[in-house]
């Protein structure tokens, strides 16, 4: 059995880019950046005002000072004249700072009368000026490829002058489910009948990390049926199976697609939940095969096959899995060859300030209800001895 971290980078190595598109910048929050964004603009594009006042040369702006008021300059109205010595200019929030000007008086401080403003507080050099270019300068590189774009991100980038943003496309990936067992919600029963819980779970999370997940026809356990349903596969950047992974009679997923030409990369991993894993190439496709107890096909989602949709979107990913510094919230017995991956709760550590996880008595990997309270994975090297509450763990954070 392959270890957990090999089993990554052995998919990871094989993964690149899947290309990029464009789209208009609402439309890209929550997708990733194909190429550096650079600004177009500068911001503030001209040095303003960031108060309501007065402009003035900050040599003139003394406590007791009676200047005169030679213009007005609204925002988006900026005024040709040049402040000179003993005068100042009506400005707002967002004007431009005349040519002159080296200070603002907020209007608080002033008692205008005609064409005479009477300074009552002095004016400080710079004193509530936002200088051009202060944010960011046109040229300047504001965001890297591979950032996942925030909110913040498309307000920089629509300030920055941009109307069109080039994103990673996001990968389709096909959900191939399997089993004679398997119905899709709502469709009439039999007594032992599974819905397709891993399918909907599996696709609903990568579409929230940026994939386009199709669900594929659902296949029976026999070549024939499975054969039809691998037809669909043409056009994937991915093509995830759920099911028929394991040792059984009924297990046939790896040899009908051995049968399509699937190159085998790996089978079977040192993993709880998860040993069945396999991947490899179908063609040019990667192919990953999932187990079909739902829990386990949702925790090799997030070790696995998320990772290699942000590595189709273009982004950096390590090999090593990241884990969280956390503490036991209970005993935990010694662990076997297979690094554990255990639903846990988390509370905090009063005096630590640290995560404290405490894993469900139960971890059988069917046990959806168990995997929906979960807020965190207690990740447990293989051969681990046993330990006891209050000793430190690592820790995965669930989606
Ligand atoms: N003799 C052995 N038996 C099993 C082994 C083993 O090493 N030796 N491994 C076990 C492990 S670990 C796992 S995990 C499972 C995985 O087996 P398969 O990938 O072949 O999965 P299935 O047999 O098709 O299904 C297992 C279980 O999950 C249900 N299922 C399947 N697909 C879905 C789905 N899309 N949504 C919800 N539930 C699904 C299915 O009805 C079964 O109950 O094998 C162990 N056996
Ligand atoms: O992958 Mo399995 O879930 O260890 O039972």
Request: a negative charge; charged letters at 15%.
């Amino acid at each position: 059995m392959l270890d957990v971290a090999v089993a990554r980078a052995r998919i990871l190595e094989n993964l690149s880019s899947c290309g990029s598109e464009t789209v208009s910048l609402a439309a890209a929050c929550g997708r990733v950046l194909a190429q550096p964004l650079t600004a177009n603009l500068s911001n503030p594009p001209v040095s303003v005002s960031s108060m309501d006042g007065y402009a003035a040369r900050a040599e003139d702006a003394l406590v007791g000072a009676t200047l005169r008021v030679v213009g007005e300059a609204p925002a988006g109205h900026p005024s040709p004249l040049t402040v000179g010595p003993g005068e100042c200019l009506r400005v707002f929030t967002g004007s431009q700072i005349p040519a002159g000007a080296d200070c603002i008086v907020i209007q608080e401080n002033v008692r205008q009368d005609g064409t005479l403003a009477t300074l009552q507080a002095a004016g400080r050099l710079n004193q509530f000026i936002r200088h051009q270019g202060q944010d960011f300068t046109a040229g300047q590189t504001l965001l890297p490829a591979g950032k996942t774009l925030s909110a913040r991100d498309i307000g920089l980038a629509a300030a920055a002058g941009h109307i069109w943003l080039p994103v990673a496309r996001r990968p389709r990936v096909g959900i191939l489910a399997t089993g004679d067992e398997i119905i899709l919600p709502g469709e009439p029963a039999k007594p032992d009948s599974i819905v397709n819980s891993g399918a909907f779970m599996v696709s609903a999370y990568l579409n929230s990390i940026g994939a386009e997940a199709i669900l594929l026809p659902v296949a029976r356990d026999n070549a024939a049926s499975l054969s039809a349903s691998i037809a669909h596969a043409a056009h994937l950047d991915l093509l995830v199976t759920i099911g028929g992974a394991s040792v059984g009679t009924y297990d046939l997923v790896q040899q009908t697609l051995k049968d399509h030409g699937l190159s085998l990369d790996f089978w079977k991993i040192a993993m709880r939940p998860g040993k069945p894993l396999m991947s490899g190439k179908l063609g040019n496709t990667p192919m990953i095969g999932l187990p079909g107890n739902p829990v386990a096909a949702m925790v090799c989602s997030l070790v696995f096959v998320a990772p290699a949709v942000r590595a189709l979107m273009g982004q950096h990913i390590g090999t090593e899995l990241e884990t969280e510094a956390a503490i036991l919230g209970a005993d935990v017995g010694e662990n076997d060859q297979r690094q554990d991956f255990m639903r846990c709760t988390l509370s905090l550590h009063a005096e630590k300030g640290l995560p404290v996880v405490t894993p469900f008595p139960s971890q059988d990997s069917a046990q959806l209800n168990i995997l929906a309270q979960s807020h965190a994975l207690l990740v447990r090297a293989p051969f681990a001895p046993a330990e006891k509450t209050g000793s430190a763990c690592r820790m995965i954070r669930l989606p």
